[in-house]
Every structure is written in structure tokens, then in C-alpha cells.
């Protein structure tokens, strides 16, 4: 399943996120430092097969991380364990990693020897979603495998940009949105949100919408989508123009 979103959504997820409503959360840091372990989640699927997510974080203090994990996990019909998953009789481990502006999430997931299930499927739906998968017998790849490229990847210059907000998987862009004419004021607080001050990638673009007032603080934006799973846009040439902004494929 391709999960289609705006960097306008997840502009106000991770904003959401900085208010401090819980004691359950992980360090403050960002998608090149470390993670922490929130929960496992042990789920029996169709036909019996086993599977085990390890969640991993390290979105900034405040956010309700553990929480957040432990309802996903409830939400399929899982058990939370009291640690880890278990590592004998598996058939594989992979790793995926999604970012949201300098933030990230891990999620390392185990499946158990099953007649319905093999190694090599797991590999196969491993690499369909750009994980970093792991043979039967060998340590899972660590959390935030995969995050470099969005951490410190192909970036253009421009002096224009006061900041930008991406989403990407696994260490590949999926949407980003460069900001104009922000105040200081305005720059320090998207950086809390986990803006950066570099502008979006330009290569691999296959839409873009120019924005006279974006949605943060109504400054000017510039969304970016990338070619991805399937090269479809994040968002349409109508939603864009919907939103009084200019639809193209080349940035301007």
C-alpha cells in the first residue's frame, strides 16, 4: 500500500507534536542521530504466520511516542510485549525508515517460521518498500537504516529559501516544500518542527505546485513531489490550482 500525503499534512503532524501531553517519549534528535525503542508489537496475520515490529524514534521531546506506537499496534489487533521481539526461527528481518523533516520513525519487522510464509517473500516485500532486509540468522539492519540520503542528501542552492520541510522513506523524498519570506522568528520555529534551512532536492521531481501562501504562517511555498513507487504526484494539478496555486513539472 502507497501512502499518497502533502508536506501540508505533514507540516501540521510533526507540528503537533512538540506539546509536551506525556512523559512516554523519545529523545530529541533527528534523522541522522540515534533512536529509541518505543514497543513491540507481536501480531498473528492470515494463515496463521507470526510477525513481530520493534518501533523505533527520535522525534523531539514531547511527542507521545510510545503512545502513539502502542495504539498502531492495538489498532491491528496486537500484543505489546514487555521488550523486544524475539529473534530465534525467523525468517528475516526488515527494516524500514520514514522521515519527516529532520525527524524520523524505524520500524524492524521479524516474521516467524510458517508453511504459509518463506524468506524469500519477505525479502521480496522487503525490497518493494525500499527496507533493508536482513537473512534468517543475521542482526536486523539498525533503526534509521536507510535515513542518510534524506539527512544529508543532493541539496540546491538558493538564497531564497528560508526553509523546507520534506517526507521520505527510506532515505528517498516522497514531498518537500520550500518556504519564502519567513522572519527570524518564523525560521526558528519551523527548525523546532523539523524544518531545515537547505532547500528541497531538485532531481527526480514529477510535479510542482507554486503556492502564494502556503501553510505555514501563509508564507509563499513551493511543493515539490518525487518520482517514487509508481511516479505519480503527491498531489494533482487540481488540488493544486483548488488551492490558488500554480501547477508545473519544472521547478521555477
Not at 540515534?34 to 496475520?45: R, W
Not at 518537500?176 to 537547505?198: I, K
Amino acid at each position: 500500500m502507497i501512502v499518497r500525503t502533502t508536506v501540508v499534512l505533514a507540516f501540521v503532524a510533526i507540528a503537533g507534536c512538540i506539546l509536551p501531553d506525556t512523559d512516554m517519549v523519545t529523545p530529541e534528535g533527528n534523522a541522522c542521530g540515534a533512536y529509541a525503542f518505543t514497543i513491540a508489537c507481536d501480531q498473528v496475520l492470515s494463515g496463521g504466520a507470526r510477525q513481530c515490529t520493534e518501533y523505533y524514534g527520535n522525534f523531539p521531546a514531547g511527542y507521545p511516542a510510545r503512545q502513539s506506537d502502542e495504539n498502531l499496534c492495538t489498532a491491528g489487533k496486537g500484543t505489546i510485549l514487555p521488550g523486544k521481539c524475539p529473534t530465534e526461527q525467523t525468517l528475516g528481518s526488515c527494516t524500514t525508515t520514514s522521515a519527516m523533516g529532520s525527524y524520523g520513525k524505524s520500524a524492524i519487522q521479524f516474521q516467524y517460521e510458517a508453511p504459509s510464509v518463506t524468506a524469500e517473500g519477505l525479502q521480496r516485500s522487503c525490497g518493494r518498500t525500499r527496507g533493508t532486509y536482513a537473512a534468517p540468522g543475521t542482526p536486523p539492519a539498525p533503526p534509521g537504516a536507510g535515513a542518510s540520503q534524506s539527512c544529508g542528501g543532493s541539496k540546491a542552492s538558493s538564497g531564497a529559501v528560508s526553509f523546507s520541510l520534506s517526507v521520505g522513506l527510506n532515505g528517498a523524498p516522497i514531498a518537500c516544500a520550500d518556504y519564502f519570506g519567513a522572519t527570524p522568528d518564523q525560521v526558528a520555529a519551523a527548525l523546532r518542527s523539523g524544518a531545515t534551512t537547505e532547500p528541497c532536492p531538485r532531481e527526480n521531481i514529477v510535479a510542482i505546485c507554486d503556492l502564494p501562501r502556503g501553510s505555514f504562517d501563509g508564507l509563499r511555498a513551493i511543493e515539490v513531489s518525487y518520482r517514487a513507487f509508481d511516479d505519480e504526484p503527491r498531489i494533482s494539478k487540481e488540488e493544486c490550482e483548488g488551492m490558488g496555486g500554480t501547477f508545473s513539472t519544472t521547478y521555477p
